[in-house]
T-cell receptor
Framework: NAGVTQTPKFQVLKTGQSMTLQCAQDMNHNSMYWYRQDPGMGLRLIYYSASEGTTDKGEVPNGYNVSRLNKREFSLRLESAAPSQTSVYFC?????????????FGQGTRLTVV | GQQVMQIPQYQHVQEGEDFTTYCNSSTTLSNIQWYKQRPGGHPVFLIQLVKSGEVKKQKRLTFQFGEAKKNSSLHITATQTTDVGTYFCAGAPGNQFYFGTGTSLTVIP
């Protein structure tokens, strides 16, 4: 049982390049999330998918797009990377949306934009 | 802006000393969760509090939820080096779930 799997673990991009971060969960969870973590800022929600077929903006959605490909997979796309998007990105999943159920996190993707 | 505030941001303690981190919201929270993130790792769920005034213990860790459900605390008794990491609270003051800024705990042997 792998839980939440993110790929890649590390990535360096040049400004303006695009990339997609992949996330998959094997716990049959309905809800999935993408967070970014920056020093002193905690975890900030970028986008979430409360259930398969739906996606919504979180606190910091600008510069990102997401796709809930199926119940297992939720990807995050940076269309034109900027240095301000240098961060650690975490995917998470939970049985249902929002509070009330434990969130399980992936190992994180450390992204550097130069 | 930050919906759930957490203090302090950093705390250094001698091994064996106690440690407390506080979480505050300007609005009522339906419940609050606590997570621990080891250095270089990912957040891991510790506990959830739901009831007003609720207190829960996990070995040396004591979690409290305020009477007004606007604040919470995590207290660690007699810290050990294995307690090192960042502790986050998370709650839903509205219809979105927000994480606090976290408290980074360093334990000096």
């Amino acid at each position: 049982n792998a839980g939440v799997t993110q790929t890649p673990k590390f990535q360096v991009l040049k400004t303006g390049q695009s990339m997609t971060l992949q996330c998959a969960q094997d716990m049959n969870h309905n809800s999935m999330y993408w967070y970014r973590q920056d020093p002193g800022m905690g975890l900030r929600l970028i986008y979430y998918s409360a259930s398969e077929g739906t996606t919504d903006k979180g606190e910091v959605p600008n510069g990102y797009n997401v796709s809930r490909l199926n119940k297992r997979e939720f990807s995050l796309r940076l269309e034109s990377a900027a240095p301000s998007q240098t961060s650690v990105y975490f995917c998470a999943s939970s049985e249902s949306y929002g509070s009330g159920t434990e969130a399980f996190f992936g190992q994180g993707t450390r992204l550097t934009v130069v | 802006g930050q919906q759930v505030m957490q203090i302090p941001q950093y705390q250094h303690v001698q091994e064996g000393e106690d440690f407390t981190t506080y979480c505050n919201s300007s609005t009522t929270l339906s419940n609050i969760q606590w997570y621990k993130q080891r250095p270089g790792g990912h957040p891991v769920f510790l506990i959830q509090l739901v009831k007003s005034g609720e207190v829960k213990k996990q070995k040396r860790l004591t979690f409290q939820f305020g009477e007004a459900k606007k604040n919470s605390s995590l207290h660690i008794t007699a810290t050990q080096t294995t307690d090192v990491g960042t502790y986050f609270c998370a709650g839903a003051p509205g219809n979105q779930f927000y994480f606090g800024t976290g408290t980074s705990l360093t334990v000096i042997p």
